[in-house]
T-cell receptor
Framework: RKEVEQDPGPFNVPEGATVAFNCTYS??????FFWYRQDCRKEPKLLMS???SGNEDGRFTAQLNRASQYISLLIRDSKLSDSATYLC?????????????FGAGTRLAVHP | ETGVTQSPTHLIKTRGQQVTLRCSSQ?????VSWYQQALGQGPQFIFQ???????GRGNFPPRFSGLQFPNYSSELNVNALELDDSALYLC??????????????FGQGTRLTVV
């Protein structure tokens, strides 16, 4: 089983749609969670951190359910510029160092 | 734009050759991590350098090695290249202080093709 698993996608949605991405993680001791965005052939960039209480940044809402080891990202009123791959990321703090564990990513394509 | 720069941006090598990739970390950062991203996959952790020493390592064979220099820049070396080593290689820098680290910023990556 992969440490971080995501919906495979791709998601093809019209502008203005609401789309939700899901992610599960296997290590119940994980403490830090993130969503990264990666444009085609570019580096990943931090979209937002994910907190237990849920957090919102404009049109983006992230949720964490520690009991289910489940993370979600909701995008409202999708824009063409939201087209990208969204990576679910868990920070591992085992072994005396920190590393990021990435899911395989979910591709989003927003069309006019 | 982050302050993390990688060189070269693209590289084509032949199977069996050796390659060195370079990363300049963001000013003020003391930790560099390297990741390999195969096509259609998420980045996979290779190793991390802190204070010029390997601080942690992922599930990669010994032919993947690295260095960190006093100015915190870093190199990734891969010997005996295999076709499966074709990937985007990303470095990320962060500041590790008091056991906690800041957000990691990624460079634009080096796209390696092994033929």
């Amino acid at each position: 089983r992969k440490e971080v698993e995501q919906d495979p996608g791709p998601f093809n949605v019209p502008e203005g749609a609401t789309v939700a991405f899901n992610c599960t993680y296997s290590n119940s001791a994980s403490q830090s969670f993130f969503w990264y965005r990666q444009d085609c052939r570019k580096e990943p960039k931090l979209l937002m951190s994910v907190y237990s209480s849920g957090n919102e940044d404009g049109r983006f809402t992230a949720q964490l359910n520690r009991a289910s080891q489940y993370i979600s990202l909701l995008i409202r009123d999708s824009k063409l510029s939201d087209s990208a791959t969204y990576l679910c990321v868990v920070k591992s703090e085992a072994g005396g160092y920190n590393k990021l564990i990435f899911g395989a990513g979910t591709r989003l394509a927003v069309h006019p | 734009e982050t302050g993390v720069t990688q060189s070269p941006t693209h590289l084509i090598k032949t199977r069996g050759q050796q390659v060195t990739l370079r990363c300049s970390s963001q000013s003020g950062h003391n930790t560099v991590s390297w990741y390999q991203q195969a096509l259609g996959q998420g980045p996979q952790f290779i190793f991390q350098y802190y204070r010029e020493e390997e601080n942690g390592r992922g599930n990669f064979p010994p032919r993947f090695s690295g260095l960190q220099f006093p100015n915190y820049s870093s190199e990734l070396n891969v010997n005996a290249l295999e076709l499966d080593d074709s990937a985007l290689y990303l470095c990320a820098s962060s500041l590790l202080f008091g056991g906690a680290d800041t957000e990691a910023f990624f460079g634009q990556g080096t796209r390696l093709t092994v033929v």
